[in-house]
């Protein structure tokens, strides 16, 4: 069963259309990248799944329960965890408040068990999140997201302004808790390959618009169309439809 169902969904502000007839799943155990150059649409797209804002058009499916007029409270309710670019934390409290009160449900992952996939939050459970580097923070961001127990995570752009050796370590650890916890996920990345090296699937939007989709490893083979995307090129459309990748 897909956790998370897009149909023709359209996302925007007011009555702005800014992505339009989006189609998309995200399965138990898999991780699932969203690609697109700055201002395609993909965070008014998480944003739009995770209820934060309204649907214009089109429906979405979570765990195989319709969403598409629920509040945020309520998708979250059904196993969405998102993580904002802004990862959200509360910056005067320490890094064990921050995961207390994020693990709101008695059903909640164990702490301990947390800090087993995040192990360099151990020795900094007592430290305001305000005084953690760049990294760290992110770490607790993820942590926190995944302490709620969610049957499927909405990570946006956690690597940004992060060096590369700690995005790596920040992706390898979100594939072991997908692989592990059977839990899906939806990524924002801006290291392009970075991300693809984790996922199963990928979807690259160009302005506002599914413009290839595939597997993880059809995309990183296709470094030309990812470009042509990315720099939303005319001509990128039909260059996916001759490859097969739409
Ligand atoms: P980035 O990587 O820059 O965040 P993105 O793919 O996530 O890019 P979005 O942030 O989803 O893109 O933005 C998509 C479009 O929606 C852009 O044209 C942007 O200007 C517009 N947009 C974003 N936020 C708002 C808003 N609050 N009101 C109106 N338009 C917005």
New binding site residues.
Partial sequence: MNLIETKNLIC???R?P??RELDLSVAAGEVVCLL??????????LLTIAGALPKLGGAVRVTGHEVTRARPHEIARRGVSIVP?DRGLFSKLTVAQNLRLRRHRQSGVEIDEVLGYFPMLTPLLNRQARLLSGGEQQMLALAGAFVADPKVMLLD?MSLGLAPIIVERLLRTVRAIADERRMGVLL?E?HVMAGLSIADRGYV?AH?EVVAQGSAAQLRDDAELLEASYLGEHGAIEEAEARGLV
């Fill in positions: 925007g502000y007011g702005m800014v992505v697109g150059a700055n201002g395609a649409g993909k965070t008014t797209s670019e752009e924002i801006q939007l506002g």
